[in-house]
């Protein structure tokens, strides 16, 4: 036998003391290294046995404690552990998705203020003012809806309700183009007495008819109404009960 | 989850065995004590999913997997690459000084049972822990598939190996002990 082949069925042998291999045994007589071999192997095994490194004498009372109190509290662990990540991947999803419906909400909010009476008051009250302080408020300068009807035709696409209220005590001084509530809207400029009144209109598809709704910016009057499709609003230093018959004249 | 009283009669008489595989792996007493009590606790929650087989194999296997994971979790920010790697790697010398040791398990050796000590400390964590469920704990081939979760021919091939690394270090120093002398 080769001394290979020896350390091999040498360890078999050592696995399991009660099967003796014959040949083995009889090659280890005969080989000095291989009896070393047989020496050392067996020294290493027993000095393993030696190894062990048990349980200090409180652990088994410590672990008793904990298995009374783990009783005591009773939670399956099916029930437990498997539940906890799935239902934290969901929670992060749905505080994601939450987040996105403010983000949206937000978002849509701000556009559709142009909706908003105040954001639309606040625009007529500009343009009012801006009007106010150039040469002069209108464009075309006339008393005369007829001329300042046709005035607008050419300029935007849609047909303003031009009157001369004038023996309703609003006298017509023309009209002139302006920007409100984000687009082109058309501007007529009344006088009362000495005051100024302005009144944007512009298209709103689809709009019902509504009361008007009265709001102060800057200490003037704004009115906003629809009417016929039509979005008005009308802005002046006049008292409010005046400025309030004019929804019901145009 | 059963009765304490019932997993304690099954379970304690394993403690040993269990306490014994967990230092080998995680090579710090404390440590071991924590994976063990840990490494019980579960095997309680779960007990009442044990209803066939060997328990001493089935907490084995339990203990195992606490221990590795309290590894990887001691290991982490360290540079240990995965599990695997870590396994087959050759435990350095420098990490587990024979002095340290000697205070850790506690043993009482002699200047023999110290070399046999230190060479299975120098062991792949992979290869220690399959001596020690052979030649300490004198499990049989099926049970160590088992505990490990392997077939039986990688048993039989890791213990091989696992035994002639042994020779190697265990022989390696013992020349080098006969040549200083």
């Known amino acids: 036998m080769r001394c290979e082949e020896c350390h091999d069925r040498l360890d078999e042998m050592l696995d399991n003391p009660s099967q003796v291999d014959a040949e083995v045994t009889a090659h280890l007589e005969d080989c000095a290294v291989c009896r070393d071999y047989a020496e050392r192997e067996r020294d290493l095994r027993q000095g393993l046995k030696a190894m062990r490194v048990t349980a200090g004498s409180d652990i088994a009372a410590r672990l008793d404690a904990a298995l009374r109190a783990e009783s005591s509290n009773i939670v399956p662990i099916r029930a437990r552990a498997p539940a906890s990540r799935p239902s934290r991947i969901v929670g992060s999803i749905a505080a994601v998705l939450v987040a996105c419906l403010i983000t949206a909400l937000a978002t849509w909010m701000v556009t559709s203020r142009h909706d908003d009476v105040r954001f639309i008051a606040h625009d007529a009250v500009a343009a009012h003012l801006r009007s106010l302080v150039q040469d002069n408020a209108v464009q075309v300068a006339s008393s005369e809806s007829h001329t300042v009807k046709p005035w607008f035709a050419s300029r935007i696409d849609f047909s303003p309700p031009v009157k001369d209220l004038v023996t309703e005590g609003f006298t017509l001084a023309g009209g002139r183009l302006d920007y409100v509530a984000s687009q082109r809207v058309a501007a007529l400029v009344y006088k009362r007495r000495l005051h100024t009144v302005s009144v944007f209109i512009w298209p709103k598809p689809g709009v019902g008819d509504t009361a008007a709704v009265a709001t102060k910016d800057n200490g003037l009057q704004v009115l906003s109404w629809a009417k016929g499709g039509m979005m008005f609003a009308a802005v002046s230093d006049l008292n409010e009960g005046e400025l309030k018959e004019l929804p019901g004249l145009l | ?181």
């Open chain 2, 1 to 181: 989850m059963g009765n304490p009283d019932e997993f304690s009669r099954q379970a304690l008489p394993h403690l040993d065995a269990a306490h014994n595989l967990a230092f080998w792996i995680v090579r710090n007493r404390a440590d071991a004590e924590d994976v063990v009590h840990d490494a019980f606790l579960r095997a309680f929650r779960a007990f009442g999913s044990f209803t066939e087989g060997n328990i001493r194999n089935w907490l084995l296997t339990i203990v195992r997997n606490t221990a590795y994971t309290a590894m990887t979790r001691r290991n982490r920010g360290r540079n240990v690459v995965s599990i695997e790697e870590a396994m087959l790697e050759r435990a350095e010398p420098e990490s587990w000084a024979a002095d340290e040791h000697s205070a850790e398990d506690g043993l009482i050796l002699q200047e023999d049972g110290r070399r046999v000590r230190d060479a299975l400390a120098k062991l792949a964590p992979a290869f220690r822990e399959i001596i020690v469920l052979r030649e300490i704990e004198e499990l049989a081939y099926d049970d160590i598939a088992r505990v490990l979760g392997v077939p039986i021919g990688t048993v039989m091939s890791r213990l091989a190996r696992a035994r002639s690394q042994l020779r190697e270090i265990y022989s390696g120093r013992q020349r080098g002990q006969r040549d200083a002398v």
